[in-house]
């Protein structure tokens, strides 16, 4: 049973428009939410991280909203770039004695086009 | 070096082969991590080492075994593995911190299995 869906596998979007990549949840337990970036032959890039007590994260063009009534988050890019072009993870934390244990969705591939 | 580094990248190895992975952080992280990454499917955590100690093993066959001689290495020794283990292996290391927090995982760029 996977407790982390992004259940777009794929995403276009062009240039200078806004991405929104989503990602539900099932665990109330998680307290903080990341999302990765991973490009090809890479492992995954930290992007930025939310707090389950909060509701709203932002760092440049990457804001990532959290609504726990919903168990939903998503990450906004705006304005898109060619260079976000990558597949996007999101994670969700849950502390295990001294060291977190993350738990992963699928991954969602953007496509950033001209 | 910086980072977390992974070698080798690529392997190919017979199902009677052992082989190890090798990972490496310069990052002064205390926690490290190996996860599993097959296609269309998230990742998977397999080992956490905390202070060099295992903490979790997520009910992974015994022809993986790992090995944490100090809190910057970590070993992954591979045996008489199967074709379904080909698959992307990934490093990752953060600080633990004892309260609350965040705790970001970085990764290295992974090892590449292949076996035949």
């Known amino acids: 049973d996977q407790q982390v869906k992004q259940n777009s596998p794929s995403l276009s979007v062009q240039e200078g428009r806004i991405s929104i990549l989503n990602c539900d949840y099932t665990n109330s337990m998680f307290d903080y939410f990341l999302w990765y970036k991973k490009y090809p032959a890479e492992g995954p890039t930290f992007l930025i991280s939310i707090s389950s007590i909060k509701d709203k994260n932002e760092d440049g063009r990457f804001t990532v909203f959290l609504n726990k009534s919903a168990k939903h988050l998503s990450l906004h890019i705006v304005p898109s770039q060619p260079g976000d072009s990558a597949v996007y993870f999101c994670?969700?934390?849950?502390?295990?004695?001294?060291?977190?244990?993350?738990?992963f969705g699928t991954g969602t591939r953007l496509q950033v086009t001209l | 070096e910086t980072g977390v580094t992974q070698t080798p990248r690529h392997l190919v190895m017979g199902m009677t082969n052992k082989k190890s992975l090798k990972c490496e952080q310069h990052?002064?992280?205390?926690?490290m991590y190996w996860y599993k990454q097959s296609a269309k499917k998230p990742l998977e955590l397999m080992f956490v080492y905390n202070f060099k100690e295992q903490t979790e093993n997520n009910s992974v066959p015994s022809r993986f075994s790992p090995e944490c001689p100090n809190s910057s290495h970590l070993f992954l020794h591979l045996h008489t593995l199967q074709p379904e283990d080909s698959a992307l292996y990934l490093c990752?290391?953060?600080?633990?911190?004892?309260?609350?927090?965040?705790?970001?995982?970085?990764f290295g760029p992974g090892t590449r299995l292949l076996v035949l």
């Open positions: 994670a969700a934390s849950a502390r295990t004695g001294t060291a977190s244990k993350l738990t």
């Open positions: 990752a290391s953060s600080q633990a911190v004892r309260r609350g927090g965040p705790e970001t995982q970085y």
């Open positions: 990052l002064g992280h205390n926690a």
